[in-house]
């Protein structure tokens, strides 16, 4: 195998040496087995591929400045899923099988975390899949729980740069009372024209409204939003946002320096009023956002002065990584150490 250039990574597949499976059948699970093969057989009449059962999620190991791997949150995760699980009919995946998989699976690809100081990290990512057959538009009677991980640099090209998003008003990525809240492929395919089509526009996402009243921030694309002024840490709260498990740690990490948070509805026209803006999630970590356009009405709002970062979010980045990479202490237990 070459040397893996760590420091050119992007966000995106990249082939490891085994994944870990385990079969959902007959009412219960099954043994957890490691697999070398990329590939998934299953039946042509899966629900996942027909209805969309499938659910997924993400996380990061990171090596430390100690040489220790830190797997983040991964508890979050597992009932991240479940909540996915139940909104889907899919059946729930014990936390101890989740926890198990998770550390098996880095475990078995040690090789492929990338070490302390390069900008890279491993993602995790577990994915939920109904493999039984139905045509009836009906939950299936077998599952699959897989968990597959990858060495990946930063999600947005610029990493801890500022970023332009794009908000857009003709597309929608999930319905008020539907399956934005939690995390399911469909979500994602509703998202992939208008994000496609920002992109080919020189943004480097979109950002989404509710889709019941085009007034307020929603999503931006696979990460939260939060604003900062006067000392204040701001996110919207809709029921089309995924709860992301990043900006959970964000909020809890702005309020102990001190801030104070709030999770409210934010009107399009409050953009005005933020001293910075940003976007989180496990893939996005924090990306500050430079400047976002309306697509709609053609208006600007600006952050960041001269191409960097604002210095609430600055502290913000480096206190959370610091956290994931061992230089701060995890008082609240976040991480799980592997070795
Ligand atoms: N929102 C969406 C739509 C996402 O895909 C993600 C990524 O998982 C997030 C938010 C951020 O969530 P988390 O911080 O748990 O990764
Ligand atoms: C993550 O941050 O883990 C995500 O799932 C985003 C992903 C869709 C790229």
Redesign the pocket.
């Known amino acids: 195998m070459n040397p893996i250039n760590w420091k050119c990574l992007p966000?995106g597949y990249f082939k490891t040496d085994f994944n870990i499976r385990c079969l959902y059948k007959d009412g219960k699970w099954g043994q957890l087995e490691v697999s070398e093969s990329e590939y998934i057989h299953m039946h042509m009449a899966a629900t996942c591929l027909h209805y969309g059962q499938e659910a997924?999620?993400?996380?990061?190991a990171f090596t430390g400045a100690d040489d220790k791997i830190r797997i983040f949150r991964l508890e979050e995760n597992g009932k991240r899923m479940n909540r996915s699980a139940d909104g889907l009919m899919m059946p729930e995946v014990p936390a101890d099988l989740f926890r198990e998989a998770v550390i098996k699976v880095v475990n078995l690809n040690l090789k492929y975390v990338p070490p302390y100081g390069e900008g890279a990290s491993l993602?995790i990512?577990p994915l939920l899949i109904g493999t039984g057959a139905q045509v009836g538009v009906k939950p299936a009677q077998e599952y699959t729980f897989l968990v597959f991980v990858g060495p990946v640099g930063p999600?947005f090209r610029e990493g801890f740069k500022p970023v332009k998003m794009q908000i857009v008003r003709d597309y929608d990525r999930a319905a008020p009372l539907g399956t934005g809240n939690i995390?399911v492929g469909g979500n994602?395919a509703a998202s992939l024209r208008p994000g496609s089509r920002a992109h080919e526009e020189g943004f480097a996402s979109v950002i989404f409204l509710d889709a019941k009243e085009k007034k307020y921030i929603d999503e931006a694309?696979?990460?939260n939003f939060f604003g900062i002024k006067n000392n204040t840490y701001i996110t919207p709260e809709s029921i089309t946002i995924l709860p992301?498990i990043?900006n959970m740690a964000l909020r809890e990490l702005a309020k102990e320096s001190g801030m104070k948070v709030e999770q409210r509805h934010v009107p399009v026209e409050e953009l005005e009023t933020f001293e910075e803006a940003g976007a989180c999630?496990?893939?996005?970590v924090i990306s500050p956002i430079g400047q976002i356009v309306d697509r709609e009405t053609g208006k600007v709002y600006q952050y960041c002065k001269d191409g960097v970062a604002g210095p609430i979010s600055t502290r913000l980045y480096n206190k959370l990584k610091g956290i994931q990479e061992g230089l701060e202490p995890d008082t609240h237990g976040w991480n799980t150490i592997i070795n």
Do not use: L
């Open positions: 966000f997924f999620e993400g996380m990061k993602y990512r999600y995390k994602y694309g696979p990460a992301s990043t999630g496990t893939a996005a």
